[in-house]
């Protein structure tokens, strides 16, 4: 016979809603959740201001082009019922960043489909590989890259091509393949009655399916992709809105795209921007001239860049003190307190982050705090250039000992001065690498998220990068920082750039090299840096470089980190 609880249970069982096994209290509430997916802010955005200014772009035939969000929503549709009719799911795309881009981020989604968007700048073999591996069954092309996929189309030929003209032509006959896939998606909803939103099934999903295959960049080996999840993006790009400051109470956010939106998704920014109903400014190129004349004209509140692209800023002759603030989120590679220094006088506020592809970019922020403004300017700009503490949505992050057997996770002290791995944790991690269980397992030994950078962990809990840990050189017993060495040596009065690495050393197993950009007008020789080094700079003696080499560039990657392995290939060859 049963006890007095479980005629209870059974009681309010018929009197309470069906049970679901998965719910902890034993009862669909269901209701109380929904699936988190970014692709719901677009709509959202042209719901409740369709005529708010979403895209601002200069096209391919030069002319200005701007797009209220009803626009931006209603072409995102078009192409969305588009592949919906063709049954196109897996959707690569090899472009810039033009409004194409951006209305393909939200129409391939909201189709049921996956982005698998490429660096354009890659081989044309590394090209390939990543839209095969990724099984893709058509891709989005600005007209400008069409060659690059010559030899994909030959053993591709099923692939469907969808050709972007970057034109202000939206149709007619000059409108171009991008343009007619829109207008042809809007007549087959008309056709099916009209339904839009609703009829794409967007508030369907499940949040932790697959959204995106961005790439990493394949420096070493094949590229490989990142599974990026509904979730994971959405609340990436929530935290971007925080952290990088892109709600306003009166006004809208002005975000200029110096960013490639390849990268990491743009580092959700795509979504973030949208999410707030800010304006897109699309480049199609980093044009230094532009891009001042953008900020001076336009009134820009926010753009993202490496370290590079804002060095390079900093030195064009249009930059001058703006009148108005603009916050820049600055990651890729670690930058230097001189650079944050020259970016504050031009008010060009930065704000450090600090990720990987792997985490949606950025993942971690250095946070200032207000007793930093009555610190010694350089002491002010050296805690700002650290990588600082995870995001809010994420978990914090831990430096962990890196001499340990794998999968044990041991922190190191925080003492800023233990050098350790710096690994993450929690709902901005990807998913996995797509197709490739062994490297995703060890991406994950121990159930972190393992970088690969080298840090310490400072006793107020941040983290401050010390290099790759293949790019720390052993000199003599001491460990040398590239990325250290590199922010002294930008300190010279003529110095651009620099670029550290490790040459062999009979005496010492190794020593630094520098190699050297210089400002546009001045002039250095090797010789002069180097007593620079020795005799005016805080660079210790062990590290002043020996070798100092003056180029006209440095090489980088998409994203405008140093090339270190073509440095590394520079050494051993000798040539360039």
């Known amino acids: 016979m049963s006890g007095p609880t479980s005629r209870i249970k059974s009681l309010l069982g018929h009197l309470g809603p069906a049970k679901d096994s998965k719910s902890p209290v034993g009862y669909d509430h269901s209701h109380h959740i929904h699936h988190l997916s970014p692709t719901f802010f677009l709509e959202r955005a042209a719901a409740i201001e369709p005529d708010a200014l979403a895209i601002y772009h200069v096209t391919a035939n030069n002319k200005e082009v701007r797009r209220m969000y009803s626009e931006f929503a209603d072409r995102a549709k078009g192409l969305a019922y588009y592949l919906r009719k063709h ?85 007619g006959k000059n409108c171009g393949p991008f343009n007619e896939a829109v207008l042809e998606g809007i007549e087959y909803d008309r056709a099916q009655g009209g339904k839009g939103w609703e009829g794409l099934g967007t508030h369907d999903i499940h949040e932790d399916d697959m959204i995106a295959i961005p790439f990493t960049s394949g420096t070493t080996s094949r590229p490989k992709g990142c599974v990026y999840t509904h979730r994971g993006a959405y609340l990436a790009a929530m935290a971007n809105v925080v952290e990088s400051g892109l709600n306003f109470d009166y006004g809208r956010a002005k975000y200029l795209w110096t960013l490639p939106m390849f990268h990491a998704m743009g580092w959700t920014f795509p979504w973030a921007i949208t999410a707030v109903r800010g304006t897109h400014y699309c480049l199609r190129k980093v044009d230094y001239p532009l891009i001042w004349r ?17 060095t390079l800023l900093c030195a064009s002759k249009e930059a001058e003190r703006l009148p108005q603030a603009v916050r820049v989120t600055v990651a890729a590679s670690p930058p230097t307190a001189h650079l944050f220094e020259q970016m504050s006088n031009l008010n060009l506020h930065p704000i450090h982050v600090y990720g990987l592809t792997e985490t949606y970019g950025p993942i971690t922020k250095g946070y200032p705090m207000a007793h930093w403004d009555s610190l010694p300017r350089k002491e002010k700009y050296d805690k700002m250039a650290r990588q600082g503490h995870g995001f809010l949505t994420s978990l914090p992050i831990r430096v962990i000992k890196p001499d340990q057997p794998e999968g044990v996770l041991i922190d190191v002290a925080k003492d800023g001065k233990e050098i350790g791995e710096i690994v993450f944790f929690g709902n901005i991690c990807c998913k996995g690498y797509y197709k490739d269980p062994e490297a995703t397992k060890k991406m994950f030994a121990g159930g972190a998220l393992h970088s690969g950078d080298l840090a310490v962990w400072h006793p107020d809990g941040s983290a401050q990068i010390q290099d790759r840990a293949k790019d720390i050189i052993i000199s003599g017993g001491e460990n040398i920082s590239s990325v250290a060495l590199e922010a002294m040596l930008v300190q010279h009065p003529d110095v651009l750039e620099a670029g550290v690495v490790a040459v062999p050393d009979e005496q010492w197993g190794e020593r630094p090299k520098a190699y050297l950009t210089v400002k ?57």
Do not use: C
């Open 87 to 171: 049954g196109l799911k897996r959707v690569g795309v090899l472009a810039t960043n033009t409004p194409a881009f951006l209305e393909s981020i939200f129409g391939i989604v909201a189709a049921g489909g996956v982005i698998v968007p490429v660096n354009y700048r890659l081989k044309p073999d590394d090209i390939s590989y990543i839209f095969d591996f990724a099984e893709v069954d058509s891709i989005i092309v600005d007209q400008e890259y069409l060659s690059i996929l010559d030899d994909f189309k030959k053993s591709h030929p099923k692939v469907s091509l969808i050709v972007d003209l970057d034109t202000n032509v939206t149709e």
């Open 294 to 310: 953008l900020l001076k004209e336009e009134g820009i509140t926010h753009f993202n860049a490496a370290p590079t692209v804002n």
């Open 520 to 576: 546009e007008g001045k002039s250095v020789q090797p010789r002069d840096v180097i007593d620079w080094a020795k005799h005016q700079s805080a660079i210790s003696k062990f590290m002043i470089p020996r070798e100092v080499e003056i180029i006209k560039e440095l090489p980088k990657t998409s994203t405008g980190k140093i090339q270190k392995n073509v440095l590394r290939q520079w050494v051993k060859t000798g040539k360039k």
